[in-house]
């Protein structure tokens, strides 16, 4: 099918429709700032992903990153690492991500995309539109069994590159932070609650958690943003005059998942060469005790999630 884009004067984005459809560029047009992360191996993931190249990696993690371009994925109907549910092995973030979905319409400011999955009996049933400077994603999950089904879905938007740079800061609706236990994090213990964005160990902290690092500082966060007020996220670029901002469905995803990697992991594939930042809905924290998800599609019935993107132009020094 090959990309598609959908445009208004003040949002553009590209769709990989062969792939998870993934979003893969969200331009702000008067600028021509992306704000979506690209990995530093995106032209070999590129080959990857049309079979240009042989996939390398034998398990499933290698095999999604190895085809990880950046951008925005849909982590259904798993998110993490590899797990066996109900007898089916669900790979790394999940079948949705990587499978090829079918365009039944696409206009300038509307797709319309679905998908069966494999390893659940769920049919999706997607509407991507544009209006304004806002992209909103609707997901309907139809389940075609005779039993109920419950799924991880997260939202997956990553986002770097010029958009990281300079006077940069984060704002959340929630006002909970919890690390993720079984992931290395430079400043913070584990399976701990910490105030949004003010952390009770100060002593550990490097800086606070809502102003990004400068370029040059390694840090790593990886951990689940709870108890929210109201289901929203925002990213503001002071120095280039650009914001994104998030909005979602509170009862499917109560959660939302935080990565940020500024140069600091060491191991393969980063080798300190990433910066980037995800803010991810989920219905699921990252992990321990109470990783389980809350959404469930009763049988023979379905569920519609939506998801909102705003990128905002703002007063800046650029």
């Known amino acids: 099918?090959?990309?598609?884009?959908?445009?208004?004067?003040?949002?553009?984005?590209?769709?990989?429709?062969?792939?998870?459809?993934?979003?893969?560029?969200?331009?702000?047009?008067?600028?021509?700032?992306?704000?979506?992360?690209?990995?530093?191996?995106?032209?070999?993931?590129?080959?990857?992903?049309?079979?240009?190249?042989?996939?390398?990696?034998?398990?499933?993690?290698?095999?999604?990153?190895?085809?990880?371009r950046g951008g925005w994925q849909t982590l259904l109907p798993h998110a993490g690492p590899e797990r066996v549910v109900d007898g089916a092995t669900m790979g790394?973030?999940?079948?949705?991500?990587?499978?090829?979905?079918?365009?039944?319409?696409?206009?300038?400011?509307?797709?319309?995309?679905?998908?069966?999955?494999?390893?659940?009996?769920?049919?999706?049933?997607r509407r991507v539109s544009v209006s304004g400077s806002t992209v909103t994603i609707v997901d309907e999950l139809r389940n075609v069994a005779t039993m109920d089904v419950r799924v991880d879905y997260v939202h997956h938007p990553a986002f770097g590159g010029p958009f990281l740079e300079g006077d940069v800061q984060i704002e959340v609706g929630a006002r909970r932070?919890?690390?993720?236990g079984d992931t290395l994090d430079a400043r913070l213990p584990g399976e701990q609650a910490y105030l949004w964005p003010t952390v009770a160990d100060p002593e550990r902290r490097t800086r606070p958690f809502d102003v990004v690092p400068p370029v040059g500082v390694a840090e790593v966060t990886f951990g689940t943003l709870v108890d929210f007020d109201a289901p929203w996220a925002q990213i503001t670029n002071r120095s280039a005059g650009v914001a994104v901002r998030l909005d979602w469905d509170a009862e499917a995803m109560p959660y939302a998942w935080l990565w940020q990697e500024f140069a600091h992991s060491e191991g393969w594939?980063?080798?300190?060469r990433a910066r980037v930042i995800a803010i991810?809905?989920?219905?699921?924290?990252?992990?321990?005790?109470?990783?389980?998800?809350?959404?469930?599609?009763?049988?023979?019935?379905?569920?519609?999630?939506e998801v909102r993107l705003t990128l905002q132009r703002i007063g800046g020094e650029g």
Do not use: K
Not at 177 to 180: N, Q, R
Not at 280 to 305: C, F, H, I, K, N
């Open 92 to 125: 790394f973030h999940g079948e949705a991500s990587m499978a090829r979905w079918t365009v039944s319409e696409h206009s300038e400011t509307e797709a319309r995309l679905h998908c069966a999955l494999f390893t659940v009996p769920l049919q999706v049933d």
């Open 1 to 68: 099918m090959g990309e598609l884009l959908l445009r208004t004067n003040e949002i553009e984005v590209t769709i990989d429709p062969d792939h998870g459809a993934e979003i893969l560029s969200l331009v702000e047009p008067s600028t021509g700032v992306d704000v979506m992360f690209s990995t530093p191996w995106r032209e070999r993931a590129e080959s990857v992903v049309r079979g240009e190249q042989h996939v390398i990696s034998d398990d499933s993690q290698g095999r999604w990153l190895e085809q990880y």
């Open 269 to 272: 594939p980063w080798f300190r």
């Open 280 to 305: 991810e809905p989920s219905t699921t924290p990252t992990g321990g005790p109470d990783r389980e998800s809350v959404l469930v599609v009763p049988a023979l019935d379905q569920r519609t999630v």
């Open 177 to 180: 932070f919890v690390p993720d």
